[in-house]
């Protein structure tokens, strides 16, 4: 007689590609797939509406992914260990399968279920699956991890990538099982006001489609610095939630190589790798020094000395900083969950270089908003941003008008996300209005009603050097 299996899933919501899917077919041809909404999460500060809302979404596709294969996707609430030992006792399931994962919580949760399994006797059986080289596989020669990103970048893409793995054939129901109905986002205590994109595997398939095979990739050398453009991938909600393989994606840059025609297109591919190379560096980095998850990775900078305005803190949440291209890139958050790369750069190096405002403060609200938002990645920009992390040149502050009339010249999205300043022309828009030259753009903005900007970039940056450079004379002193 066949012995079930128990499939946990967590960040990995599909059926193409998966580790531990593979693996547990491999174990039993009755494979029993559950998704448990933890608690300990869901009651989280900063768990966003919008995340909550992609997983329900990514769930019911994955159900009926399942129900195709003619399998049932369980779900509960609660405790993982507790609502794991329940299913194992009720199905006679002798083993449980589940993909890793780096963050803290999720380690310290891992090994408890895997204790409390075992004492139960019930096997576990987890391994890598979330990246293409996992923390340990990526080293030096002295066998030490790396801590900045160019090195690690020439090592990981000279490492063999795996192919992706295949659905498994041939899985059989455990007949006595029914599928429930997903529980709503009020069920679980959640309003989300925002846009958020489509997910599910199907949907994440047709956007590395629409980049890769639609070429668009090949163009992204440019592309990607322009917030006004389609010119990234979008897939980075999918990325965050497993709805699509990182195996796959691999792959579908590989096929891209044959289409290569120019210098250009090579550079676009490669950028694009490295992309995916900075998610795995920063995956490392929070594995190997945890502690970069509340301090900075430099830990003298916790010394750092921030001024912390509640005000301006708002002011920047709420996109009203009366810098436009700030503005609007915050809004786009608020509104859609997401926001461009090029403007996650703005506006965390404006709230800590400008507003003197801790880096935390501004990660969390990410997290808070974020339809991505991921400890590692997330935390890995906010460091890199406030110059407090692995970054080797880590003292560099964006000037909010230079990059607005570099990225979005015609200010095309300045127009998208501040519309009360949609009639006005382009310099209007672009100019800084904290000095004499652009006092005439501020006096068309404020008869919008568009805010004064709340600090002068000149006066702040100054100060953030300052304060920057006393941390950096009692290390050397030190
Ligand atoms: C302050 C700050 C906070 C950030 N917070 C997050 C976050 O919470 N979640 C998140 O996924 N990304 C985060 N990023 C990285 C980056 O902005 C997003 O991954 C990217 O904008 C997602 O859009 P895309 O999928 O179109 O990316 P593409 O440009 O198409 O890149 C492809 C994929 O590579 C990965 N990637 C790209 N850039 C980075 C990067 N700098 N660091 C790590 N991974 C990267 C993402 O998985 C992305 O989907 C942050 C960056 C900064 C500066």
């Known amino acids: 007689m066949v012995s079930p299996v128990l499939l946990w899933h967590r960040r990995d919501l599909r059926l193409q590609d998966n580790a531990a899917l593979h693996e547990a077919a491999r174990y039993s041809s009755q494979v029993v797939p559950v998704f448990i909404f933890d608690r300990q999460i869901l009651e989280r500060a900063d768990t966003a509406p919008a995340r909550v809302a992609f997983l329900l979404e990514a769930l019911e596709r994955l159900q009926e992914g399942y129900r195709q294969l003619g399998l049932t996707l369980l779900w509960q609430i609660g405790d993982p260990l507790v609502e794991l030992q329940h299913l194992a006792a009720t199905l006679g399931a002798k083993a449980v399968f589940w993909n890793e994962d780096v963050e803290p919580f999720a380690r310290q ?28 596989e990526v080293l030096t020669q002295a066998g030490d991890p790396y801590s900045v990103f160019t090195p690690f970048w020439r090592r990981w893409r000279s490492l063999p990538k795996r192919d992706p793995y295949p659905i498994p054939k041939a899985l059989q129901p455990v007949p006595s099982l029914q599928a429930q109905p ?3 986002l009020a069920d679980l205590g959640f309003v989300c ?45 999918h990325l965050r939630w497993g709805t699509v393989g990182i195996r796959q994606v691999w792959q579908a840059t590989v096929a891209v190589e044959a289409e290569i025609r120019s210098e250009e297109a090579e550079a676009s591919l490669q950028t694009w790798r490295q992309e995916l190379c900075w998610r795995e560096f920063y995956k490392h980095v929070l594995a190997h020094w945890p502690h970069v998850e509340t301090s900075s990775y430099r830990k003298a900078f916790d010394g750092l000395e921030w001024e912390n305005r509640q005000d301006r803190f708002q002011a920047w949440c709420e996109g009203q900083t009366g810098y436009p ?10 509104e859609t969950g997401w926001m461009h790369n090029r403007c996650r750069m703005i506006v965390a190096s404006f709230l800590t270089k400008d507003l003197l405002i801790d880096w935390r403060w501004g990660e969390r609200y990410f997290m808070q908003k974020l339809v991505d938002g991921d400890l590692a990645a997330n935390n890995g920009g906010w460091q890199w941003s406030a110059g407090v992390g692995t970054d080797p040149k880590p003292l560099r502050i964006f ?27 382009t310099p209007a828009l672009l ?18 009603g568009y805010p004064d900007p709340i600090v002068n970039h000149k006066v702040q940056q100054q100060e ?15």
């Not at 949760?109 to 979330?130: K, N, T, Y």
């Not at 949907?203 to 668009?216: P, T």
């Not at 100019?431 to 919008?448: F, N, P, Y």
């Not at 953030?464 to 030190?478: I, L, N, T």
């Open 182 to 184: 997903l529980p709503s």
């Open 431 to 448: 100019l800084v209005g904290d000095d004499q030259k652009g006092s005439w753009a501020l006096q068309e903005r404020r008869a919008c």
């Open 109 to 136: 949760r891992d090994s408890r279920v895997r204790a409390g399994l075992a004492e139960a006797g019930i096997q576990c059986f987890s391994g890598q699956d979330m990246l293409l080289h996992g923390p340990g």
């Open 325 to 334: 291209i700030v503005d609007a890139a915050m809004r786009q958050l608020n």
């Open 193 to 237: 006001t925002q846009a958020i994109p489509a997910a599910g595997e199907a949907a994440a398939q047709a956007l590395l489609e629409d980049f890769c095979d639609g070429l668009r990739i090949l163009d992204y050398e440019r592309s990607r610095n322009f917030p006004a453009e389609e010119g990234t991938s979008r897939l980075s909600p």
């Open 399 to 425: 000037n909010p008008a230079t990059q607005a009339a570099r990225y979005d010249p015609e200010g095309e999205y300045i127009r998208r996300y501040v519309p009360e300043l949609a009639g006005l022309d």
């Open 464 to 478: 953030f050097k300052r304060r920057y450079q006393a941390v950096q004379g009692s290390c050397s002193s030190g």
